[in-house]
């Protein structure tokens, strides 16, 4: 059983997760701007022409409803989908034709709906694949001293073969293997899925401790309230499009009636 100082996040005296700054993020100060994107699947429209941002150091909530179109438009974003039409771009750079690996290289990483880890390797292997398309030996070293610093229950675990993890365990390594890639956008598929509400508190205190450090983060989540009082901004995503946008969402009308009780 873990007990409330093995889930208490370790602060980091002098790390920094996220990658240098670049020195214009894009024409319009954003490091992610997407516009018109459309998305199908055979004659379904999954994402019906959302446009949305997210810019350098900044933490943005996407939320909606189970079908909303919240999960492909990451995987587009990812390159793991393609979209039908639309544009994205990353540092002012079009995204449109880059495969999936290259975005992890200039600096997109996503940790997906379900985690994703590699079940059959240890939970130093998997952190090691994160870092698979770096070449700084040193730097690698260094970055997982700092995920072992920011997920502490990871070191007790550094051996063990990632499939037989708890879903709360699986969550901080999924997390920390998409941080050794050193992105500059890190986005977070329903982070909270499946995990007990102390494990929820864990994993949202380590969000909100990266971001902190500089990181931007797009953040699609189901539990709209914990997602809101995170994120400096957020989107409401019905049926494919973009209902509702700003920085007060958790005081809208609308988004209490559907998605936060009342």
Partial sequence: MMNSDTLSPRKQKS????????????????????????????????????????????LVALIGSNGAGKTSTLKALAGILPPSTGQIQFDGKSLNSVPAHQRVVMGIALVPEGRGVFARLSVSENLLMGAYSRSDDSE??????????????????????????????????????????????????????????????????????????????????QNARLALQVANRGYVMESGAIALSGESLLGNDAVRRAYLGG
């Fill in 140 to 221: 690698i070293k260094e970055d997982l001293r700092r995920m072992y610093e920011l997920f502490p229950r990871l070191v007790e675990r550094r051996d063990q073969v990632a499939g037989t993890l708890s879903g709360g365990e699986q969550q901080m390594l999924a997390m920390a293997r998409a941080l050794m890639s050193r992105p500059r956008l890190l986005m977070l598929d329903e982070p909270s899925m499946g995990l007990a509400p102390l494990m929820v508190k864990k994993i949202f205190e380590t969000i909100k401790e990266v971001a902190a450090q500089g990181m931007s983060i797009l953040l699609v989540e």
């Fill in 15 to 58: 790390s920094n997760l996220a990658k240098p700054r670049a020195e214009m993020a894009g024409k319009n100060g954003a490091l992610l701007e997407v516009k018109g994107l459309r998305i199908a699947y055979g004659g379904i429209q999954a994402v019906k022409g959302i446009d949305l941002h997210v810019a350098e150091g900044e």
